[in-house]
């Protein structure tokens, strides 16, 4: 089992920014990536932005590309997203979570574990 703890979230004026983290637990955590989703009232889940633990490699939305920051550290079992430059509608509950294959990172249907989400507000 793996445990993911978000924090960092709260409420900021538009083209502020913040900083999410992401605490894992659990005594395996050999997972393939690790990803950010965010949910707003009414809106289903949607991707924002993943890394591969091997290599590295990050992936984002076109809606935060350029904005958004994703790294982890794999040796602390954290994950980050630094975001940039916020506008009203990233106002959303941000989710990390955990990804044991190597392929559907975009999709939060192929994720095995969850945290319990970070409120993000951005006002205008």
């Known amino acids: 089992q793996v445990q993911l703890v978000e924090s960092g979230g709260g409420l900021v004026q538009a083209g502020g920014s913040l900083r999410l983290s992401c605490a894992a637990s659990g005594r395996t955590f050999s997972n393939a990536a690790m990803g950010w989703f965010r949910q707003a009232p009414g809106k289903e889940r949607e991707f924002v932005a993943s890394?591969?633990?091997?290599?590295?490699?990050?992936y984002y939305a076109d809606s935060v590309k350029g904005r958004f920051t994703i790294s982890g550290d794999n040796a602390k079992k954290m994950v980050y997203l630094q975001m940039n430059s916020l506008k009203p509608e990233d106002t959303a509950v941000y989710y990390c979570a955990a990804i044991s294959s190597v392929a559907g990172i975009r999709s939060p249907l192929t994720y095995d574990y969850w945290g319990q989400g970070t409120q993000v507000t951005v006002s205008s």
């Open positions: 890394i591969y633990w091997s290599g590295g490699r990050t």
